[in-house]
């Protein structure tokens, strides 16, 4: 019963604390975007298509380190 109410706490903290990330990643997208022409389409613009494009290369990111890593234990069993 510890367990699980530790664990639905970390899966709030977690949940929260994406949420979070994401508020400043649009706002820092749009900050820049605005600072850098002056325009709120743009601004707006940049924070939904910055992130998006973000997530697409961060997934691409994390299957290239899963590769590695795969590899490098497939080389050097006793390294894992």
Do not use: C
């Not at 998006?52 to 994390?62: C, D, K, L, Q, W």
């Not at 290239?64 to 890593?69: D, E, L, N, R, S």
């Amino acid at each position: 019963r510890v367990n699980d109410n530790h664990s639905q706490l970390n899966r709030r903290m977690i949940m929260t604390k994406t949420i979070s990330f994401a508020i400043v990643h649009f706002s820092v997208a749009f900050t820049v975007g605005y600072v850098m022409t002056g325009s709120v389409l743009v601004g707006g613009t940049m924070a939904l298509i910055e992130p998006a494009i973000n997530t697409v290369a961060f997934y691409m990111h994390e299957k290239v380190w899963t590769a590695i890593k795969q590899n490098n234990a497939e080389r050097n069993p006793a390294i894992q």
